[in-house]
């Protein structure tokens, strides 16, 4: 008698672990006990990781990333108490659907900004504000509208790490020469999102 | 500010992993009517105090512990509210519909609580009878024991366990 033989006796349907975990999902987040929900949607630039606190959308995340990695990143950062949970996440998934479709030119979603801080979190906050669908800013504007003229280079890193793409608008800045400059989701992701809110 | 240096997954990963081995392991112990309560009140108790587990603790073993406690919990408030129900608890239909061996569950569910845990934690948690002996309180002799008496009744009780299974 192994461990093996007597678990081959004892099946388990896996619609029955779905269940329970669903039954987790809901009791953890009544309980307080869910620090972190996830889940991963398809979109026009590929799957998207969506990460949200109680507080709201932490983070979304492109496929380039690693999502396992992504995932990993934030059970240290924040917390390890982290479950794949649809629920909390179904108002930005459908806003992000709407998007996509071209019917939606801003999301209407708590954000949560414990992965930004000091200048990024201020050149984020403007970005999110300040720079409106199917427009464009360079990173020296965005510089300015931030109160720090000068710290285009600082800006172009707040961008480039922006913990909440595609929401918090980073694919909106640009050099001031017209070209695209870099992007967490690559430059496909971008000129994509560009087209996508460009006026027909 | 003291941070910790060593890394913890994400709490999906435990359940992703040690789900299916903790609901074998409360179906056996507490019966298929309850394992659903005690799976939920293990992982429930898990996630609360997964922050302070240390990073290299054997995490089955602390499922199973957890999962121990949280049996006899139940046991207790079953037999506190020891009111006869009154309808047949399992319908035929729903028998068939979990799919799931009757006499082997009834076999199981024949053993004194000891050797049940014990085979449990052994045979479907894979754990080493030290680490059962200081679940179930008692010598690692006690606890191979145990584990043994167990067995050799369920070969007597349901002897279709030696033939060999597919794992599904």
């Not at chain 2, 910790?4 to 992703?16: H, L, T």
């Not at chain 2, 679940?135 to 584990?147: G, K, T």
Request: glycine share 6%; hydrophobic share 45%.
């Amino acid at each position: 008698m192994t461990t093996h033989d007597l678990t081959a006796h004892l099946p388990v349907d896996p619609d029955d672990l779905r269940r329970l975990h669903a039954r987790l999902e809901r009791e953890a987040q009544v309980d307080g006990l869910l620090d972190i929900a996830y889940r991963t949607v398809d979109s026009a630039v590929g799957p998207l990781l969506l990460a949200a606190t109680p507080q709201g959308l932490l983070r979304v995340a492109f496929a380039s990333e690693g999502h396992e990695v992504v995932l990993e990143d934030l059970a240290q950062r924040i917390s390890p108490r982290m479950l794949e949970a649809p629920a909390p996440l179904d108002a930005i998934a459908r806003q992000l659907d709407e998007y996509f479709t071209g019917r939606r030119l801003s999301f209407d979603v708590a954000l949560d900004w414990s992965l930004s801080h000091g200048f990024r979190r201020r050149v984020l906050g403007r970005l999110a504000t300040d720079i409106a669908y199917g427009t464009y800013a360079s990173y020296a504007k965005l510089a300015r509208l931030s109160g720090s003229p000068r710290a285009v280079r600082a800006v172009g890193t707040a961008c480039a790490t922006n913990p909440i793409p595609i929401v918090v608008p980073c694919h909106r800045v640009i050099r001031s020469d017209g070209t695209m400059g870099s992007y967490r989701g690559g430059p496909t992701a971008k000129r994509a999102l560009l087209d996508l809110e460009r006026p027909r | 500010m003291k941070r910790e240096r060593y890394f913890k997954r994400p709490f999906e990963a435990v359940v992703a992993q040690h789900g299916a081995t903790v609901l074998r392991v409360v179906r056996a112990v507490v019966g298929h009517a309850d394992a659903d309560d005690a799976w939920s009140d293990t992982f429930l108790a898990a996630l609360k105090a997964y922050q302070q587990l240390p990073a290299d603790a054997n995490i089955e073993a602390w499922l199973v512990t957890i999962a121990h406690r949280k049996a006899i919990d139940m046991t207790r408030a079953a037999s506190r509210r020891a009111i006869p129900v009154a309808d047949a608890p399992d319908a035929p239909a729903r028998e068939r519909a979990d799919a799931h061996d009757l006499d082997l569950d009834a076999a199981v569910g024949a053993l004194p609580p000891k050797q049940r845990q014990a085979v449990a934690y052994h045979y479907l948690a894979g754990l080493p009878y030290a680490e059962i002996a200081v679940i179930l309180d008692s010598s690692v002799a006690a606890a191979r024991r145990a584990a043994a008496d167990g067995i050799a009744t369920l070969r007597r009780t349901y002897p279709r366990i030696d033939t060999p299974k597919e794992s599904s």
